[in-house]
């Protein structure tokens, strides 16, 4: 074989590296810059239901996109499929952005993801995304720790693979602010359980939907009343609950100049 056939023989292409990247809660201005790098120099962009559209509007116009988000419990594209789908892309050559609201690694599979990617030999990259906890308490007014008033914070989803399997006895004696992804079908229980386990039920409690967009909308109340307000201010996903006496500092922290960004309601006031 002479050099000149060698030159000419197609090789395999180097394989690309797939990126996953975190977008945020949805002001496309907490993307970090290297988020938007990515999104910019990619040969090809998967985005999850959380990503929002203005940050959709900032994919470039050239670059193939493919949406794989799930909603509720409907994948676009089974798990399975998605992850076969990065490791056949990224041999292609193909360099992958894969967008997922909040930070891949907080109830994003970005593990999952990453697992199956590594096991294929594909190169990872990860760029942390603003967790919807830290986002949306921060547009709200709403610190999660407070010296004095919470000294940590416990992240949890309310929403189990199979089945539920929260120890509620921790979650209500531990003293510091309680943030529920996924909750929103589950406020009665979150209500109960937490009640059942000793918390009272006049612990302040905020919904809050649509964080870090535009139409962001902040409830509050008391615990026991979170199933009712969900159900009276007809709340919808994306929301987040908070648990915690550091709701109530929202009174003097919340910041958002456009009421529309942050309309308060207590119910029991
Ligand atoms: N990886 C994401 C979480 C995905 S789980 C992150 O780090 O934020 C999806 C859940 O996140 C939603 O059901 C909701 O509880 C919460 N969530 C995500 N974005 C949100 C937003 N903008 N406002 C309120 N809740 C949000």
Redesign the pocket.
């Known amino acids: 074989m002479t050099v000149k056939q060698l030159t000419n023989h197609p090789k395999a292409p180097k394989p690309g590296r797939v990126a996953l990247v975190?977008a945020g809660?949805?002001d496309p201005e907490l993307l970090t810059i290297k988020a938007l790098k990515i999104i910019q120099h990619s040969d090809f962009i998967l985005y999850d239901r959380?990503v929002?559209k203005e940050i959709l509007a900032l994919f470039p116009t050239k670059t193939p996109t493919m949406y794989v988000g799930k909603e509720k419990s409907h994948h676009s594209i089974p798990q399975d499929k998605l992850n076969d789908l990065l490791v056949t892309k990224a041999k292609q050559g193909l360099n992958i952005c894969r967008l997922?609201?909040?930070?891949?690694f907080?109830?994003?599979r970005?593990g999952e993801e990453m697992l199956k990617l590594k096991s294929a030999g594909i190169d990872v990259e990860i760029v942390p995304?603003?967790?919807?906890?830290s986002?949306?308490t921060s547009y709200a007014g709403i610190p999660l720790t407070h010296r004095g008033i919470s000294q940590g914070c416990t992240m949890v989803?309310a929403?189990g693979e199979k089945e539920l399997n929260l120890n509620w006895e921790q979650l209500a004696k531990v003293g510091h602010t309680l943030v529920?992804?996924?909750?929103?079908s589950k406020a009665q229980l979150i209500n109960t359980q937490l009640q059942q386990h000793g918390m009272s039920p006049s612990t302040p409690v905020a919904l809050?939907?649509?964080?870090?967009?535009p139409n962001?909308r902040v409830i509050r109340g008391l615990l026991h009343e979170l199933p009712l307000l969900a159900e009276r201010e007809s709340v919808q996903?994306?929301?987040?609950?908070i648990v915690g006496e550091v709701v109530n500092l929202a009174d003097q922290l919340a910041w958002l100049a456009n009421a529309k960004h942050n309309e308060i309601q207590k119910l029991s006031a």
């Open positions: 975190g809660p949805g959380l929002s997922k609201g909040g930070d891949s907080i109830f994003g970005g995304g603003i967790t919807a906890a986002g949306c989803t929403h529920f992804y996924m909750g929103l809050i939907e649509n964080g870090c967009c962001q996903s994306p929301a987040l609950i």
